[in-house]
Structure formats: structure tokens, C-alpha cells
């Protein structure tokens, strides 16, 4: 039987519309919200990955603003780009556009943004806020994992989650995420040095890939009636590729996110749900 389809979209839509009501409740009470991307150098692939982000901006009526610098940037620039948008009142949350061009460090970056304008929730106070388990934005990509599953109404204590990918951009925070109190999965957290990987993520109530290599993830990976979360993607000559083989898995798991329409939507839809939750805290004290 074919797995049920977990639908990013679907779900990015209602988290939108919700935004859509705290925004106005925001005006409402004399708070404007603006999201600031900062893109450096040419990558196309980061160039539509931008437009995305105030596409969205623009659907929920989030005020937004693009910076670009050119690809010959130096991390002097872009300090100084991101203290820029730091110091700027109508700007309430900073996005870096990973990855920066070779030669600049990105994760220097996104620590130059203040914790308080960190849409990413990348930021080493926020991701040791998470740790703690205290409030603040979360990283985007993992979070908006948690919101799939959360609509799905897919139980997570007690499960098993192995999660392929240790990066801090989407392994570490997601294994903190699901491993959290009140969530209550076992986290296995698997890599490139895990050995027997299959059978590691055959054990796996949930699997969740996040390592970037298209269509590794197959049916010999996957327990029958698992949950399995494609986190990547790889732009290739066919399109936007997971890193599961889709058409082989979708034949033995429970339910699947798709590759595109999966997690991307759900990215994107954090970056939102975080930018109105930094608004509300820079207008209170944010380490409540
Ligand atoms: P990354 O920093 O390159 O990390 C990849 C992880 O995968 C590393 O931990 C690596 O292990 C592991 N890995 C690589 N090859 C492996 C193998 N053969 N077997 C087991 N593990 C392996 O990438 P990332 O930033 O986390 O992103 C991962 C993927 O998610 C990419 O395709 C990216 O485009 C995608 N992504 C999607 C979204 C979205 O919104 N859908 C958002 C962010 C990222 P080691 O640590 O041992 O090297």
C-alpha cells in the first residue's frame, strides 16, 4: 500500500494564514514587522531561494527588504551589511543566505546578526536556548519538521528517530528538537562515519534524511510503515531531488514528505512564525 503524503504546502498555507492574523494584531497594536534577507554573490539557486522568502513576505503582508552584495564581497562587507540591518528599526528579523560565497564564513555571519533579529534561529544563543529548552525562535528547517508532524498528528514519544546528518543547520537542532521533554522520541543520530547505515535507519520509527545525496535513501533504509522526512534537496539536471528514492519508499512507509512540496514549504513558513515571534519579544524583554 502507498504511504500517506505528508504535504508541506498544505500545511505552509495554514501556518501563513495564521500569520496573516498575528500581523494584523500586530499593526493593530502599532508593530511593524519587516524581514531582511542579505544575499552575497551569484548562486542561482540562493537567488530563488530569496525570491521565495518575500514572495511569502509579500502573501502575508510582512514588510521586506533584499540586500544583495556582489560576489567579490569581503566578510568586512558583509559585517557591515549585517550591522546595517541590525541597527534598523523597521527591520525585525535578519536572514543570511547560506551558504556565502567560498572564502567567507558563514556561520561568522549569522553570529554578527543580534540573537533578538535572528530569523534563522541559527544564532549560538538561540541554539543553546534550544538546548535549555527556553523560548526563542527556532532553527527554521527542523522547526517546520516538528509542524509537519505535529499536523499529521504523528506521534513522537516512545518512537525511535534516526536522523542521517549532523549538520547545525538541520541534524544537530533536529535531534534536540524531537529528543526535547514533552517530545520524548530516542534519538539516534546518524552521519557519514555511521556504520551498517541502513540497517541503523531500518530500526527507525521516523527517519528523517538530511545529507544531500540525491536518491540514497532506499526501500532497504525504511521499516514498513515508518515516517520518513526527506530534508534534502539537490538541484540536478531532473529537477529538485530528495534524498529518497520517492518512488521505491512510497511503496513500504507509513506516511512521506515529498521532494518538492515536502520540507522547503515548511522552511520558509519558520522563517515567518519566527519573524513575528522576535517582533513580539523585542516589544517585551526577550529572554522571558
Ligand atoms: P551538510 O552540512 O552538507 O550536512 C550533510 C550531513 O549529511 C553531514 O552530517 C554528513 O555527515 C551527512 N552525510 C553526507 N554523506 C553521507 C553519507 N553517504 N551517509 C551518511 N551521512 C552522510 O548539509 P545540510 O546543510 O545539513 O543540508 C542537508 C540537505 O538538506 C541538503 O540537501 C540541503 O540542500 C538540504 N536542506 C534542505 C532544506 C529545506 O528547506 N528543504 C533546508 C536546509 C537544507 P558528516 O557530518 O559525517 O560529514
Redesign the pocket.
Known sequence: MSAHILS?ITVAKEVKAQVAIDIEALKADGIEVGLATLLVGDDPASHIYVSYKHKDADAVGMNSFDVQLPQDATQADVFAAVDDLNARDDVTGIIVQ??LPDGLDGEAAVERVLPTKDADGLHPFNLGRVILGRPGPLP??PS?VMTILDHYGIETAGKTAVI????????KPMGLLLGAKGVDATVIQ?????PD?AAVCATADILI??????G?VDASFVKPGAVVI?????RTDDGLR??VLFDEVVEIAGAITP?PG???????ASLLTNTIGLARAQSTDFRT
Open positions: 508541506g547560506l551558504p527554521a528547517t517546520g542521517v546528518g549532523r549538520s547545525f543547520l538541520v541534524g546518524a552521519h557519514s562515519r555511521t547505515l534524511t538530511a545529507i544531500g545525496r540525491p540514497m526527506d530534508v534534502g534537496t539537490t530528495g534524498d521532494v515536502g520540507v522547503g514549504p515548511m522552511t520558509r
